[in-house]
């Protein structure tokens, strides 16, 4: 008997490999600005998964068939839209948190919301393209 038969992985590792590639993209570029963001805000969990959110809710979304049939350019415009959110917001929050005016919270709190509504948007508005 081998140790993948007595751990069972291939049972256990049912994630495609695009999947986590997709998540450690956002992860590893959505941390930079937080590191640079501690001394002015308290960091929360929060502010190190909503990046991921954005593709965690796109696949969700497809899984649960919301929105027009999924296609291979489907998921290249859909998915680069929102990685493109994910990745951009934590730094746009880096840039807020530099204002002196009182709508940063405000802002500062919509833009961790853009990456999901964004993927929704996307599933809702983009018809089915030929692959």
Do not use: H
């Amino acid at each position: 008997m081998t140790i993948q038969e007595i751990l069972n992985v291939d049972a256990v590792m049912k994630v495609p490999g695009y999947i986590v590639f997709i998540l450690s993209i956002v992860v590893v570029s959505s941390v930079t600005p937080l590191l640079f963001s501690k001394e002015k805000m308290k960091i929360t969990i929060w502010d190190y998964l909503f990046p991921v959110l954005g593709p965690l809710l796109w696949l969700a979304l497809v899984w649960a068939q919301v929105g027009s049939t999924i296609s291979s350019q489907n998921f290249l415009l859909e998915m680069f839209g929102v990685l493109m959110v994910s990745i951009t917001v934590p730094w746009a929050r880096f840039a807020v948190l530099y204002w002196q005016a009182k709508v940063a919270p405000t802002l500062s709190f919509v833009l961790t919301l853009a990456p999901m509504v964004i993927a929704l948007a996307l599933r809702l508005t983009v018809p089915t393209l030929p692959s």
